[in-house]
């Protein structure tokens, strides 16, 4: 095989299923999801640990398709292909726009930091991103995840998997009146709907900004990642 790809993402599994045996997935094993092309599953154990993983299987570069807030797997994969001497690409969606009416926050923490008490808050961070919101009084959640998360804050949590549609997204904030609504800024194609339905609905937008990465090559589309790995065979 020729490349790693470092997974977690929808793009991810398109690219692996565009490269087929070319490349491994590498999935962190943190949900149910996972993938029918070559892949592996769990962490490598620190740089140490990816550095060891690339020299054993020889691979040629690595595709860093993680999700942009995986900020740590991030680094270890630019340290690691540094200290291994191979190429790393980032496959990444474009963050959305700043909109004049969000509030942006630098991390999760800032975004519970800066709900006032009534709020009715529609947290769409993930299951696993919800510990800064579980203590934090006087605050109505609806959570959404794909996977039951171990503890919610008080409120409703659902699950649901992307993509979501405006219509969706309208009827979910109308029905539990929502005042606030928490993101990540993930970027995400399939789950934008939830931006638009809040500017109709006149809810306010904690956008929780993108954590700070190595700076490495990067592009936006499957597309180019496949071209990419295809010119490391010159
Ligand atoms: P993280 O904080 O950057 O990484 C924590 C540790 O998990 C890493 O040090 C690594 O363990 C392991 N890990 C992460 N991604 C891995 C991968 N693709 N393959 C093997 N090991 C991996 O990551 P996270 O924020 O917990 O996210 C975990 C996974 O969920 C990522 O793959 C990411 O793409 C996906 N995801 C994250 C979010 C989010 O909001 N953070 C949203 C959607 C999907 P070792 O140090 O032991 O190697």
Known sequence: ??????????????????????????????????????????????????????????????????????????????AATNRVGIPLLRLARPAWPRQPDWAEVADLAGAAEVLPAGARVFLTVGGQSLAPFLDTANIWYLTRSIDPPLRVPNGVAILQRPPFDLAHEVALMKAHRITHLVSKNAGSGATCAKLAAAALCGVQVIMVKRPRLPVVLTVESVREAVKWVENLRE
Do not use: N, W, Y
């Not at 095989?1 to 470092?6: A, E, G, T």
């Not at 599994?13 to 892949?39: C, D, F, N, Q, W």
């Not at 690595?62 to 994969?77: E, I, L």
């Open 1 to 78: 095989m020729k490349v790693l790809v470092l997974g977690g993402t929808a793009g991810a599994r398109h690219l692996g299923r565009a490269l087929g045996h070319e490349a491994m997935i590498s999935l962190a094993g943190v949900t149910s999801k996972t993938v029918s092309t070559p892949h592996r599953t769990g962490g490598f154990g620190g740089v140490a640990g990816l550095e060891q993983a690339l020299r054993a299987h020889g691979f040629m570069g690595v595709v860093d398709a993680t999700h942009p807030f995986a900020a740590q797997m991030s680094r270890h994969a630019f």
